[in-house]
């Protein structure tokens, strides 16, 4: 299993450390990567829009990568806790909400999320090879 909890300045460190461990689990490279992709950018939006630090819990069962990513703050923009129906039409540039929402949905095979104002837990999971291939 791993654990980690970060903030900003633990990101380029943690995307090391579950690139390392999704290749340790039976990952392709090519399909670790996709791993290290979404978890970073569930870990950017904990620290950008929830409280600015979180936890990754990292465990392999024997045909499935799971990852969980949590925060125990209400999501921010701007300085100000948004409930999910508050304006976020003042960006100062072109921006659409739930683009690392959207990347993590398209790189993993199953996604889960749970929020509410004490904070978010978003539950990832990629097969793992051998579970994929089909038995002989």
Not at 9 to 30: F, K
Not at 74 to 93: I, M, N, R, S
Request: aromatic share 6%; net charge negative; with cysteine.
């Amino acid at each position: 299993m791993l654990e980690r909890e970060f903030d900003s300045g633990a990101l380029a460190g943690l995307r090391e450390v579950v690139l390392g461990y999704a290749i340790d689990c039976g990952m392709p490279e090519d399909r670790a990567l996709d791993v290290m992709l979404a978890v970073h950018e569930l870990a950017a939006n904990a620290v950008r829009h929830g409280p600015g630090y979180g936890r990754l819990r990292m465990h392999a069962t024997a045909s499935t990568l799971r990852c969980e990513v949590s925060d125990l703050g209400p999501y921010v923009w701007d300085g100000h806790a948004v409930d999910g129906t508050g304006d976020l039409t003042t960006a100062p540039w072109p921006f659409e909400q739930g683009h690392g929402l959207w990347l993590a949905r398209q790189a993993a095979d199953h996604l889960r999320v749970t929020s509410g104002p004490r904070g978010s837990l978003i539950a990832l999971a990629f097969t793992l090879p051998a579970a994929a291939a089909p038995s002989a």
